[in-house]
């Protein structure tokens, strides 16, 4: 859907050549979820993540929290996923 194709877009053209630039990884993990509404065909989480970042600049791990609204939307028997929101 088109949210594939935004995320995708953004991704390629700003977040990875500004990664690349800075050495920068970033690896999230979800370490806690709860529904926030659900119907038949969408659902909507809020998903609570750690965040662990090292850069060239900064090689400690740097650990941070962060929440995101993800919004799934079932589509020929996949749920994929249509929208996602920092909150």
């Known amino acids: 859907?088109?949210?594939q194709a935004d995320f995708r877009n953004v991704a390629t053209s700003?977040?990875?050549p500004v990664?690349?630039?800075?050495?920068?990884s970033t690896h999230a993990q979800v370490v806690?979820?709860?529904?926030?509404?659900?119907?038949p065909?969408?659902?909507?989480?809020l998903l609570y993540l750690n965040q662990t970042?090292?850069?060239?600049?900064s090689p400690?791990?740097?650990?941070?929290?962060?929440r995101v609204r993800l919004t799934m939307t079932e589509v020929a028997g996949r749920w994929l996923v249509s929208a996602m929101t920092p909150v």
Request: hydrophobic residues 50%; neutral net charge.
């Open 14 to 16: 700003q977040v990875a």
């Open 60 to 66: 400690a791990p740097t650990i941070s929290g962060s």
């Open 32 to 39: 806690a979820a709860a529904v926030v509404a659900a119907a």
């Open 19 to 24: 990664a690349k630039q800075r050495q920068v």
């Open 1 to 3: 859907g088109p949210f």
């Open 41 to 45: 065909d969408e659902v909507t989480t």
């Open 53 to 57: 970042t090292q850069s060239a600049a």
